[in-house]
């Protein structure tokens, strides 16, 4: 069992193991009954001492997570309770080796149990904190980043492909070249132009979701030890992908005008970044907007340290305001410091996963050797498909109607907020995107409300998993583009009375200390 | 600059800095004029001898790739000789920084000059052995193993996919589960199961490509210096994925039963693998099948030492033999050892890029795991695409007509073999797949035939590109599957002529010591 173990972070050694070991255990990924390795196994592994394992096992023994067999050994116990369809089932499990029972299924699960002396090199993946069950029926989820399908332009992307598909018959049949179509790399560049940057065809790699795109950076560039800062909080998934690369990972928070840079340059001499991510427009999860000020200091500081940026832009076009946001770092940047990812995944199609990553020089060709490792490029169809409705009339006026669609949404959360939030909770009003940060009074984790409001069949993002080092337990993010308004209006109060609720009980009440 | 120096191989270190400065400049990562690291510099980031530097950038220059300017420094010289179209171009050409020219695009050049110094962790990416002009017009490209899409079921592709729009208009506006979609899952178990394995859906993780596949099981489970075995000769593609995580890589000898069982026990020990990497069925690039004996003895290794195999298997079914090649290992073994790859790009639709990862156990949690950090899922659109078609009656004798369809064009080349050939020529005759490797007498390189055959404008894959440490330089894999019958013939003879007439000339003459 890897697991990577941070110094530079809030969390004892013990809790980071303790996390790890129940987010295994979430998952699926250690099953019920699994032998954990004995203490003195994982406290040499992890270079920490004994007493810092046995205390992790202690608490995830008081969780109800694993079991302690005297003379045998460790084993996983069962499911969450709060994730257990019946609870009934709630007993003890054994190592499925030593019963007699062997049913193909027993079997099975048996002959696998040596997979787990196998060390991965896994991050901490951010799927592990989806809920393995999905909402409940009737439930309304607002915690991923998505919107709702009945507003996107579905109609118009698939008569385009149709259309796309009669005058080449063999798309389906061919490769495309590894840094993407030429045609749409040529539309990607043009868009880009259109919006104040400078670029040309030669400048873009088509990637499957702005995922791949930091992935692939972060595969090219960033090494073990390498730091990388990101602001705090940040996108999750960028997370897993540097702490996938064993990065050196440096929080830096965030205001209301975007990263703060007086930190960061503070940082910066006693940790030179490799690169820093940020989404400096409509910031995920705040949806705060970086000024035009700091866009120009962050520069300055790539500059000065020879440091690359990824600016993510995942919906740069969905903005609430009615004057655009300042230039993008790509527009401002003259000397290849600047990798920018432009996602159509959100805001166009989804079920295309097609992205746009714009860099210059020597950074885009050795991004293009990445790819080409990776998945020797990404489908001609959805390039096409998405090449074919950007050409349309109808993506000129598009996002700009979305944006209107959205807002109606926003304002239905806001106003539930103003109306029903206790005392002591505070929230974002972000400028665009589909996101808002909530704060809860310090004393209530935003645990304890999700394994509440879980019940109710309402689910959220963690706060916590837009740290690095998880050092604020009392956010959550919710996404409002997905639910109807009226989901949205209905989910929201039900979260502030469950908020009102948790906050007036006593606090040795509130059940056991949660998990991750 | 990140050269990754191995000591498991036949290269010296003078010669693996030569080829990887190489390699960067033909593939204009290092621009015309660029300045290459100091002797000092370069010796210390890698910790080698001056001298080994030294060495290196003699032979460079001897090449005519590098240039030295007393008290200036080293610089890119030009582009190598034989890409270049216009020979009279080749003056050397000096830092564009210290000229007075401030053109837009010479400032450019100048600007991302910094770049340079970025370092990466890029393994030698096989994008960079292709030609970068592509093939002449009216060339023909024996070198990407690809099947005439004319072959190809676009028009059923089309017919099937259309049909998926019409069924489920919000198919491009969605998500897909990150695994796959639980119907194209349960369709690739039951494909898998009418070929004889022991699969549920539970098993099945969708991919964008095979390429993907390996990348994701590299991702998760090969670290630095964890102990890989490949086939020698194997898939360049692999070795970049492997290399590119800081494997040790160990090359195996293939011969006519497949991997040399003999060889790797005898390795085992000293160097216990955590991964073997293995196309059994119509090897990459051999086309060689391994018998049933060495299947069962490479599974009960893979027990003993608790590794995990890759059977990767691009075109199983594309068969030449009038049996059926032996059980699959998926289909041998029962512990989860074996993650099988089942490409659906090169035999049904490259234009889709999917493909079906089969796997165990928690092995197979932890690749979706890594799946959901490197891109959140494959496209629903393109896995709906396959479904529909692999639903579809024609799917269930496609694959038998395109062996047929197959066959003419194998034997044009074997036949043209035949009769052209010099003495001291050999090559497999493969039971299935669309590769044929071919050996050259000793004293000739392919890169020599490769030099003389682009003139003529027919491209192959260099034997050297598929071992890990290029011991050997007289192969060459030849892809027929993917030109008509008429240019097989001619590009087989002129390669053959071509031969013969490189053979003829005394060692002396034939021009520079190739660079690659």
Same mark, same amino acid.
């Given at each position: ?351 295309? =996963? /097609?992205?746009?990553?714009? +860099? $210059?020089?020597?950074? @885009?060709? #050795?991004? &293009? ?107 959550? =993010? /919710?996404?409002?583009?997905? +639910? $109807?308004?009226?989901? @949205?209006? #209905?989910? &929201? ?24």
């Amino acid at each position: 069992m890897q697991i990577d173990l941070q110094r530079q972070t809030g969390l004892s050694y013990v809790q980071q193991i303790k996390s790890a070991i129940a987010e295994r255990i979430r998952s699926g990924l250690l099953a019920e009954g699994s032998t954990l390795p004995s203490v003195r196994k994982l406290s040499k592994q992890l270079s920490v001492s004994l007493m810092t394992v046995v205390q992790a096992y202690d608490e995830l023994e008081k969780s109800g997570l694993i079991e302690r067999i005297q003379g045998k050994g460790t084993f996983v116990k069962t499911q969450l309770g709060q994730l257990s369809e019946n609870p009934a089932d709630d007993s003890p499990t054994r190592p499925k080796k030593q019963t007699t029972n062997s049913s193909p299924q027993l079997k099975n699960d048996t002959s696998y149990q040596w997979q787990l002396a196998v060390t991965d090199y896994l991050p901490r993946a951010q799927v592990w904190n989806f809920d393995p069950q999905g909402p409940f029926p009737g439930g309304i989820n607002l915690s991923t980043a998505i919107i709702d399908p009945d507003l996107l332009p579905h109609a118009e992307l698939n008569k385009e492909l149709e259309k796309a598909l009669r005058e080449s018959p063999h798309l389906l049949t061919r490769y495309g070249p590894i840094e993407g179509d030429h045609e749409l790399r040529e539309e990607m560049a043009s868009y880009h132009r259109e919006r104040g940057m400078n670029v040309t065809a030669e400048d873009v790699l088509i990637t499957s979701g702005a995922q791949q795109g930091i992935d692939l950076v972060a595969r090219c560039f960033v090494g073990r030890g390498d730091v990388v800062i990101v602001e705090a909080p940040t996108y999750p998934s960028a997370l897993d992908v540097f702490r996938g690369r064993g990065a050196t990972i440096i929080p830096v928070p965030v205001d209301g005008d975007g990263m703060r840079l007086d930190i960061l340059t503070a940082l910066c001499d006693a940790h030179p970044p490799k690169l820093i991510y940020t989404v400096p427009t409509y910031h995920n999860p705040t949806g705060t907007v970086m000024s035009l000020r700091r866009r120009q200091q962050l520069l300055e500081i790539a500059e000065s340290y020879h440091c690359l940026i990824i600016e993510d832009n995942p919906w740069g076009d969905l903005t609430f305001e009615n004057s655009p946001p300042p230039p993008s770092l790509m527009q401002l940047e003259a000397d290849g410091h600047v990798i920018h990812l432009s996602g159509f995944s959100k805001t166009i199609g989804p079920g295309c =996963r /097609i992205a746009c990553l714009l +860099a $210059k020089g020597t950074v @885009l060709k #050795r991004l &293009v050797g990445a790819k080409s490792t990776v998945d020797l490029g990404s489908p001609l169809l959805t390039q096409r498909a998405v090449l074919a409705y950007l050409r349309s009339k109808h993506a000129k006026t598009f996002q700009k109607k979305l944006s209107q669609a959205l807002l109606p949404k926003l304002d239905a959360v806001l106003a539930t907020l103003q109306e029903y939030a206790p005392p002591g909770v505070r929230w974002t009003v972000p400028l665009g995107g589909v996101n808002i940060w909530i704060t809860l009074p310090e004393q209530l984790r935003a645990e304890e409300l999700l394994a509440a409001s879980r019940t109710q069949g309402i689910t959220f993002l963690l706060g916590s998993a837009c740290y690095p080092g998880e050092p604020e337990f009392n956010h959550l =993010r /919710i996404s409002f583009a997905n +639910a $109807k308004k009226e989901e @949205l209006h #209905r989910a &929201v109060r039900t979260l502030c009375e469950t908020i009102s609720s948790l906050l007036q009980q006593p606090r040795g009440n509130r059940g056991q200390e949660p998990v991750l």
